[in-house]
């Protein structure tokens, strides 16, 4: 089993930045991935962004490609997504994912999720 705890949510002025942490802790394999989606209320919730454990396959939403970077150090057991020039669109609640394949993960459907951290982005 494993159990994420996300956070670095908060409110930023539109065109700043924000770095979500998301650290892992129980079982965990060299094959897990991780990743981040975001939901806002009345919407399904959205894939953002993923990564494997070796780094080696990373996918993005078109909608954060150039603004977002997701990483990870594994050491630390710890996913990041730094996020640059936040637009308002990109309010949500953040969630953090995790699972034994990467088409799993970026399906929604890796088995783990995070509690989710607030993101605000005023305009």
């Known amino acids: 089993q494993v159990q994420l705890v996300e956070s670095g949510g908060g409110l930023v002025q539109t065109g700043g930045s924000l770095r979500l942490s998301c650290a892992a802790s129980?079982?965990?394999?060299?094959?897990?991935?991780m990743g981040w989606f975001r939901q806002t209320p009345g919407k399904e919730r959205e894939f953002v962004a993923a990564i494997s454990r070796s780094g080696g396959s990373i996918r993005y939403a078109d909608s954060v490609k150039g603004r977002f970077t997701i990483s990870r150090d594994n050491a630390k057991n710890t996913v990041y997504l730094q996020m640059s020039g936040l637009k308002p669109e990109d309010t949500a609640v953040y969630y953090c994912?995790?699972?034994?394949?990467?088409?799993?993960?970026?399906?929604?459907?890796?088995?783990?999720w995070g509690q989710g951290t607030q993101v605000t982005v005023s305009s």
């Open positions: 129980g079982r965990t394999s060299s094959g897990d991935t």
């Open positions: 994912a995790a699972g034994r394949a990467f088409p799993l993960v970026v399906a929604g459907a890796g088995g783990y």
